[in-house]
């Protein structure tokens, strides 16, 4: 069953949203409007280039792991009073490079160090116990402390930056990892911009065009979008960017490794979100005010400025799926029972029982129209074989084709009978909505899941080999 209770979940949160309530775009669909130049292409990162395989000598280690605190660069010293960070550089890169603005996918090396007894954090010069390996991280999606200085740096720039607990983790840390009230030293070093997706920026609240809800959040239409109204019990996938009321990025689905804001209208926590969600169109853009501690429950994230009291949230609806009572004349009947409405034909060979299919789908129990499974809210389409599919999902398929769309309403005996599931009771009716992709049609992946798992098996195909040979 698809529920989102997300005033419970941001509560419990130690640096973000939870990783399972959003996703993004697969990054090849994003603009990639900062090309990497031939500059920026010869960078230090050479560690790339080489063997991992290979030991490295004494030299090399002194030379790559650079795990010493660097000491200030008094004549390009620079400190922002408002924050208490401070930086300097310690290298600098071509002034012919661009600055790195919000939205920007950065592969840099950073280390991390308490400042109190210069005690390593984290680090991405040390990998394996030896080789250095830089990390991507999205610019404008960093700890706030960071998201001061990272508008002054070029690719090639190496900063020291001193972090201020309060614009760092704060009173709370990171368990063991952190301790509360830790000031903190970063040695920051910019390799190249890998790409780029525009972030909306946070424009201003306009209390004449917005509507105020009971519980005193609100909410504001930017851009209408296109097709049908969500309505009630419609399935909504959000991409979202929230903001504390200074700017400050807090989180966004449109960064790295992010999953949508998915969920039924009417099921979400927070008024405001129920609220969006029931008037969304497809690429519709809204706008939501919330006061924190609505959301937060007093628990503030090392992400959020504990001095503002206001979060804005801009929704991009990336997906709408509005339930559509399958009580329709225009359905046609099969002799057991499945009542069917092709909305889309789709081109070519229809499915067959043995094809794999790559699917988009919304499942809703009948005929309370509770979605309890959709691929729509996840961000992110299925691609399997028809093995583990009910009756009535493989009944549907095989009257569309590549590009097709379906809605049926599939008996229970084509469902999952006197038994049920979670979410759906025994002897359950069950509406589908079902979109049949080309079997080669890129399939979003919010998580990187399938990059990861290409680098597993590539790595254990390497051990493998080495041990056969």
Same mark, same amino acid.
């Given at each position: 069953?698809?529920?989102?209770?997300?005033?419970?979940?941001?509560?419990?949160?130690?640096?973000? @949203?939870?990783?399972?309530?959003?996703?993004?775009?697969?990054?090849?669909?994003?603009?990639? +409007?900062?090309?990497?130049?031939?500059?920026?292409?010869?960078?230090?990162?050479? #560690?790339?280039?080489?063997?991992?395989?290979?030991?490295?000598?004494?030299?090399?280690?002194?030379?790559?792991?650079?795990?010493?605190?660097?000491?200030?660069?008094? %004549?390009?010293?620079?400190?922002?009073?408002? +924050?208490?960070?401070?930086?300097?550089?310690?290298?600098?890169?071509?002034?012919?490079?661009?600055?790195?603005?919000?939205?920007?996918?950065?592969?840099?090396?950073?280390?991390?160090?308490?400042?109190?007894?210069? +005690?390593?954090? +984290?680090?991405?010069?040390?990998? #394996?116990?030896?080789?250095?390996?830089?990390?991507?991280?999205?610019?404008?999606?960093?700890?706030?402390?960071?998201?001061? !200085?990272?508008?002054?740096?070029?690719?090639?720039?190496?900063?020291?930056?001193?972090?201020?607990?309060?614009?760092? @983790?704060?009173?709370?840390?990171?368990?063991?990892?952190?301790?509360? =009230?830790? =000031?903190?030293?970063?040695?920051?070093?910019?390799?190249?911009?890998?790409?780029?997706?525009?972030?909306?920026?946070?424009?201003?609240?306009?209390?004449?065009?917005?509507?105020?809800?009971? #519980?005193?959040? %609100?909410?504001?239409?930017?851009?209408?979008?296109?097709?049908?109204?969500?309505?009630?019990?419609?399935? !909504?996938?959000?991409? *979202?960017?929230?903001?504390?009321?200074?700017?400050?990025?807090?989180?966004?689905?449109?960064?790295?490794?992010?999953?949508?804001?998915?969920?039924?209208?009417?099921?979400?926590?927070?008024? @405001?979100?129920?609220?969006?969600?029931?008037?969304?169109?497809?690429?519709?853009?809204?706008?939501?005010?919330?006061?924190?501690?609505?959301?937060?429950?007093?628990?503030?994230? %090392?992400?959020?400025?504990?001095?503002?009291?206001?979060? *804005?949230?801009?929704?991009?609806?990336?997906?709408?799926?509005?339930?559509?009572?399958?009580?329709? /004349?225009?359905?046609?009947?099969?002799?057991?029972?499945? $009542?069917?409405?092709?909305?889309?034909?789709?081109?070519? $060979?229809?499915?067959?029982?043995?094809?794999?299919?790559?699917?988009?789908?919304? *499942?809703?129990?009948?005929?309370?129209?509770?979605?309890?499974?959709?691929?729509?809210?996840?961000?992110?389409?299925?691609?399997?074989?028809?093995?583990?599919?009910?009756?009535?999902?493989?009944?549907?398929?095989?009257?569309?084709?590549?590009?097709?769309?379906?809605?049926?309403?599939?008996?229970?005996?084509?469902?999952?009978?006197?038994?049920?599931?979670?979410?759906?009771?025994?002897?359950?009716?069950?509406?589908?909505?079902?979109?049949?992709?080309?079997?080669?049609?890129?399939?979003?992946?919010?998580?990187?899941?399938?990059?990861?798992?290409?680098?597993?098996?590539?790595?254990?195909?390497?051990?493998?080999? /080495?041990?056969?040979?």
């Amino acid at each position: 069953m698809i529920r989102l209770a997300l005033t419970s979940c941001l509560a419990a949160l130690a640096l973000a @949203f939870a990783p399972d309530l959003f996703a993004q775009n697969d990054p090849t669909t994003r603009p990639d +409007s900062r090309p990497v130049t031939a500059d920026q292409d010869q960078d230090e990162d050479q #560690d790339e280039e080489r063997d991992p395989r290979r030991e490295w000598t004494q030299e090399e280690r002194e030379a790559q792991l650079d795990l010493v605190i660097p000491k200030h660069d008094e %004549a390009s010293y620079q400190k922002d009073e408002a +924050s208490g960070v401070a930086w300097s550089w310690l290298k600098r890169g071509p002034e012919t490079g661009e600055k790195l603005l919000v939205g920007d996918k950065v592969r840099a090396h950073m280390t991390v160090w308490i400042a109190a007894d210069g +005690s390593e954090v +984290s680090t991405s010069r040390r990998r #394996d116990g030896r080789s250095p390996r830089p990390e991507v991280f999205d610019s404008g999606a960093f700890v706030r402390g960071l998201n001061v !200085v990272t508008p002054h740096l070029r690719p090639g720039d190496k900063v020291r930056i001193d972090l201020p607990a309060k614009a760092a @983790f704060g009173e709370k840390g990171i368990r063991n990892r952190i301790p509360p =009230d830790a =000031d903190l030293i970063y040695a920051l070093q910019i390799l190249r911009v890998e790409g780029h997706v525009d972030v909306p920026p946070l424009g201003p609240w306009d209390d004449a065009r917005a509507t105020v809800l009971e #519980d005193g959040s %609100a909410y504001m239409i930017l851009a209408d979008g296109k097709g049908a109204i969500a309505g009630d019990k419609a399935g !909504v996938a959000f991409d *979202y960017v929230m903001r504390d009321e200074k700017g400050n990025i807090i989180d966004s689905s449109l960064f790295s490794l992010k999953a949508p804001l998915g969920g039924q209208a009417g099921r979400f926590g927070p008024a @405001f979100l129920n609220a969006i969600a029931k008037i969304a169109r497809t690429d519709g853009h809204y706008r939501g005010r919330v006061e924190r501690e609505a959301l937060f429950k007093g628990e503030v994230s %090392a992400m959020v400025d504990p001095d503002c009291k206001i979060l *804005y949230f801009d929704l991009l609806a990336r997906e709408v799926v509005p339930f559509v009572h399958a009580d329709d /004349a225009r359905m046609e009947k099969t002799a057991n029972g499945l $009542e069917y409405l092709i909305i889309r034909p789709g081109e070519g $060979e229809k499915v067959k029982p043995e094809d794999r299919v790559h699917i988009h789908y919304a *499942y809703w129990t009948l005929p309370d129209g509770q979605l309890f499974d959709s691929s729509y809210t996840r961000g992110v389409t299925n691609n399997f074989k028809q093995v583990g599919l009910t009756p009535g999902m493989r009944q549907a398929l095989a009257k569309i084709a590549p590009g097709g769309m379906i809605r049926a309403r599939i008996p229970a005996s084509l469902a999952w009978g006197a038994a049920g599931r979670v979410g759906v009771p025994g002897n359950t009716d069950i509406l589908l909505q079902v979109e049949l992709f080309p079997q080669d049609a890129p399939r979003e992946d919010p998580r990187g899941q399938r990059a990861r798992k290409r680098q597993r098996g590539n790595e254990d195909g390497e051990k493998k080999g /080495a041990k056969d040979r």
